[in-house]
């Protein structure tokens, strides 16, 4: 009966006596539980910070300026999409965005204009013209009423010879010259508009001339008669272009369908910045792959953390099992404990989260690392987004205080108070994660692209990883490297540290876990983006050959390049132009787009002004219908002279083309070098003509007299294609780099504190046992050399073996990584392992007879 009752007291008690164990804990270890906090709170904030970037990226869109005033706007497809079937899968579809404009049959305009409730459908026409050596884009007049942009002062265009310019450009009655597809026309300035400043708006005929597309339109502005709502409109006007069967313009790729799209709202601002759409999905896929890197480095620091605080109790838990706590209320009390720091650590790190986000924000508009029209609103409701994150934080710290307190929540009482070895399994596990690794690795050196650096980023984690669960057991090895030395040269310190260290092989590996982290991760961020950047640059001044540039922001007079050939002096001459193409192409079976960034040359004499390296064939050969094709590329595509390869280009057209040669300098100029008369047919945005220029240094003054209004530049700076997302990677990674580094470094001196503060029993020991206080110093601090060595080399080594294979797959080169970066790393290592070390000691040594006090 006793016995029973006995038991029901206790059945009914666990949440009184967890609920007083996690209080009196938490008031007895405060220090611990601050850097227990620190972490939580670094990982609440970056994990919100980031949770803000993907779902205002996720509801971002192109800001809506030019069709501002229609209620509907008919545009091209701008997306291509390639659907294959996996291995033992449905089939799937990739899509990607197209660069340059598809544009609109001119048929849709009758099709819409029939259309009941629509009051007005207006054709518009965007090209490139020179204004005064500038760039300005070219309109038809009545579609600035779409904006609007009413007149500021004068008329609207009456005749082919007029025109309506922004403000700025000239006033009413000027005669200015306008240069359109290499050809000069003078024109009368009828008015000045509202609007941008570089525009110049043209009758309509004379607009359809000068776009060069007789029986096509940019874009289709449509606005409804008063009393039509734009819902019914848009499903009217669709089903009139379905029912006429019309589509984009441009043969695609067979199941790459081409309709028209209706665009209604945020859409609109689609048909005007081409580039929006695509840069939008390449930044999600950024930031969800910096996020997923974030959380893993976080669960990873806050585990280590957590597993750190609790170890340091392990021996008054064990008196708690031995004294006759149950593991329920072990559990419960180390539950709660966490739970309580967690919570105001997640609620902490949910509001500064805000802050950070925007903070992140105005680096990128600093940086102008987003595209022109790329809008990324912030409504009210997504504040709220941060909790979750503060959720998922508290629910890692929760699964972390489990584990923790797993062994010795289940063990007997009596075997509780010893401390365990760490176990075979967790050494096997360790060495599988290093196997995983080192292939992961060695298979990046077999792929190509994203899927080479998807590679080598998944090995340094994994690698990293196994070497937190092989602490110990590294620790061991270094060791048997550190410990003759320490004892040699070290004197009496020298022997107390490499004993200390050599018989704590579990608290070193702890110690060296997050230097492993934090020093693997910087360098392997640091390290790729830079590694390309190097080679990139190496092969663009290999490239360089040519002694001037002719440039003119608003196009080159027609006949340029014929008069600067007959210039005396000139002995080679090449025109280069820039776009972006799609491959389509299948990876382990799945669909896949890649969006890549092209030079369209003229090729008679390429290697006197831009050497691309030519390996095989003859880029002499180079003209429609042909391409040339890049080492790695050609590689992966099995191609060579003479076999063929299928582009889709940046406006969404198929075409097969023979491959005349393969060159080597692929990273400076692109995967492919296209004709630059086929590669401008597909180019709706061709940019500054630019001419490359082999002659002797006194034919400047001639090479201006040839190409009057242009600029020319002796010995101009080496050519070079830049990734669409160059800028946004950099800001991203040295935002995540600065982040990520800053909280590992964090969690380096709370783990270090934690294992010195737990040491001063120890170090007040030695002290009675007769060891001077500046022995004790010495010995800390060959202690802290040791463990910051260990770590700076192991996290060397760790990343070395992803970069090792990344250089070799991407760049075929050594890994390349600034000399200061890598002393600065080495720096604030050396300064937090000191700092993690040496002042939460000197309580212990305070004082000349030492002190038992915690």
Known sequence: MSTHR???????????????????????????????????????????????????????HARVERYAGADLVVAGDQSTRFTAKPWGSDPETATAGLTERVRVPRAALKAVREVPGVRAAIADEVFQVGVRGDAATGRPWNAAQLAPHALRDGGAPRHG???????????????????????????????????????VYFTSPEARRLAGHPGSVAAIGVTADPGTSTSALHARVRHALDTAGLKSVGHRADGDGAGLRVLTGDGRGGAEFLHVAPARAGMLALLGSVAGTVVLIALLVVSSTIVQALQQRSRELALLRAVGATPRQLRGAVGREVGRVATVAALAGAVAAIPAFFGLRALLDARDALPPGLELPFPPWLLPTPLLTAGLTLLAARLAALIACARTAKVRPAEALREAAPGRGRQITGLVLLFLGVSSAGTATLQHGEAAAAAAGAAAVVLVIGCALLGPWIAEGAMRVLAPPMRRFGGAAGHLAAANCTASARRLGAAITPIILVTAFVLVQLSAGATMTHAAGAQSRGAARADFAVTAEGGLPEGTLERIRKVPGVRSVTAITQSTVVLARRETGSPRLDRLPVLGVTSGGLARTLDPGVRQGDIGELRPGTVAVGRDQARSLDARPGSAVTVRFGDGVESRLTVVATYDRELALGAFLFSREQLLRHTSSPGADRILVAATGTAAGALRAAAPGAKVIADPAPERLEPEDRALGEVVTVAAVGAIGGFTVIAVLSTLCLITVGRRPELSLLRLAGAGRG???????????????????????????????????????????????????????????AAGTLPPAWRALRGRYPSQGR
Request: hydrophobic share 55%; proline share 3%; charged share 15%.
């Open 775 to 833: 022995q004790l110093r010495r010995m800390l601090r060959l202690e802290a050399a040791a463990t910051a060595l260990t770590g700076l080399a192991v996290g060397t080594a760790v990343a070395a073996v992803p970069l090792l294979a990344f250089g070799a797959a991407m760049t075929r080169s050594l890994p390349y990584v600034a000399a200061a970066q890598v002393a600065s790393i080495a720096l604030v290592v050396a300064a937090t392992t």
């Open 6 to 60: 006995t038991n029901t007291h206790r059945t009914n008690t666990p949440p009184n006596v967890t609920r007083l164990l996690a209080s009196r804990a938490a008031r007895m270890h405060r220090k611990a539980w601050a850097a227990v906090f620190a972490a939580l709170a670094l990982t609440s904030l970056l994990l919100g910070a980031f949770g803000l970037a993907l779902a205002s990226a996720g509801l971002g």
């Open 161 to 199: 010879r007029e025109v309506v310019v922004g403000e700025g450009t000239a006033r009413v009655g000027d005669r200015i010259t306008v240069r359109a597809s290499g050809i000069d026309a003078t024109y009368t300035v009828a008015g000045i508009a509202e609007g941008p400043g570089a525009a």
